[in-house]
């Protein structure tokens, strides 16, 4: 009968309930001194069927209120005539719990408990102590096992929403995973055939040349040498095609330079970003480009978790020998000398592994790396890195 959703168990329940009300009803029928009384008991099972049976009952609360309001009119006039409509009074407070609101069912399961008292006492009965605490302990029993249930069935409604929450957040976690290990896949593919397939190629075509310069005119081993330079150049052009398919999203559409300024532009303010280059751009190995992005983004991650910074500033410095970046903030600041304090080796006071990451990076193309900071002056991040010996910045 009720309209709110409940669980197959209480659905048990209800039935039960309804078999126990039909069968008070028949009780009282079956010990009637009168036709009367068991016109008013057939009556009320009328009533009773007609909205359990009714669907409209089923589907409007209002529906619900009106047949709840008939039968405890049948079951009063029924308790007029026969003292044992008395325990039909029980099965009515589950009732009312169920169908009215907690502001209406309350005083209405009072109101019960105070007819089948009053109707005991007007049938003339014996005055027992039974007789006023029978009713009023069936009320207290209903009211507590339906508040109750209610209350654990808002809980385990809420644990279930947390629980589909928990396993959506694990999904998205998992996603976010498998998507950073791609991502890493790819640049350290994209690293390992640049540093050794493409070099090899280069060297390769360097070598060829040489010799074939060295060869006599007319030398048989001309063609031949020309012919493995040619595949060794195409070959070269593959693997820097491979390369390039590899590399980070955020190199895919220009240079180095316009991926830090789609980078500080696409942070929200505040801080405000900014970014500027400074000396004459040249152009940088992939592993340069891909290392000095990754750093900036894990260095402006920081500012924005960590710094409260209104301001941050990135630069791309291109020198004679090397390429620098910085990324600098006033923001709160931190003591660098306690990076290493936690438990585990090269982790960062907060849990990360954010400074030692980008220290690798740096290191691993024979770079420097410093962090300037300190509580309450904001923090400054700086990477070189030297360019690659095969020319100043070519």
């Keep these: 009968m009720d309209v709110r959703p409940h669980s197959p168990v209480v659905v048990t329940l209800r039935l039960c ?15 009637a001194h009168g036709p009367a009384t068991v016109a008013a008991a057939l009556g009320t099972g009328a009533v009773f069927a007609w909205g359990v049976l009714s669907p409209a009952t089923h589907r409007s609360q209002r529906a619900a209120a009106v047949w709840l309001a008939a039968l405890c009119a049948a079951w009063l006039v029924l308790l007029a005539l026969s003292p044992d409509a008395l325990w039909a009074a029980f099965p009515l407070y589950f009732l009312q719990l169920h169908l009215l609101p907690v502001r209406w069912s309350l005083p209405a399961v009072g109101a ?64 976010a995973e498998r998507t950073a290990g791609t991502l890493a896949e790819r640049e350290r593919l994209a690293r390992e055939i640049h540093d050794t397939l493409a070099q090899g190629l ?154 030692p990451a980008m220290r690798a990076r740096a290191e691993a193309l024979g770079g420097t790396f410093a962090v300037e900071s300190a509580p309450g002056q904001g923090t400054a991040v700086a990477v070189t890195l030297p360019y690659p010996d095969s020319g100043g910045g070519a």
């Design 202 to 355: 280069s060297s390769i075509q360097l070598l060829l040349r040489a010799a074939q310069r060295a060869l006599p005119d007319g030398s048989p081993a001309a063609a031949h040498i020309e012919q493995a330079r040619a595949t060794a150049q195409d070959n070269l052009a593959e693997a820097r095609r491979f390369v390039h398919a590899l590399t980070p999203p955020g190199l895919e559409r220009g240079s180095l330079a316009g991926a830090l300024e789609r980078l500080g532009s696409g942070v929200a303010a505040p801080p405000e970003v900014r970014f500027t280059v400074s000396g004459t751009p040249a152009e940088l190995p992939t592993p340069y480009e891909v290392a000095l992005l990754r750093i900036a983004q894990s260095a402006l991650g920081n500012t924005l978790r960590h710094a409260r910074a209104h301001r941050a500033e990135i630069t791309l410095s291109f020198m004679d020998t090397a390429v620098a970046l910085d990324v600098v903030d006033d923001g709160a600041g931190f003591d660098p000398g306690a990076e290493h304090t936690a438990a585990r080796p090269g982790r960062t006071v907060d849990g990360g592994f954010g400074l």
């Design 17 to 31: 309930l309804y078999a126990l009300f039909a069968g008070l009803l028949a009780l009282a029928a079956a010990r």
């Design 112 to 175: 019960t408990a105070g007819a089948a008292i009053a109707g005991f006492i007007g049938h003339g009965e014996r005055l027992t102590a039974g007789a006023f605490i029978g009713p009023l302990l069936g009320a207290g029993v209903a009211v507590a096992t339906v508040l109750g249930y209610e209350a654990l069935y808002r809980e385990s409604e809420r644990r279930r929403e947390l629980i589909e929450e928990l396993v959506a957040t694990r999904a998205e976690l998992a996603d």
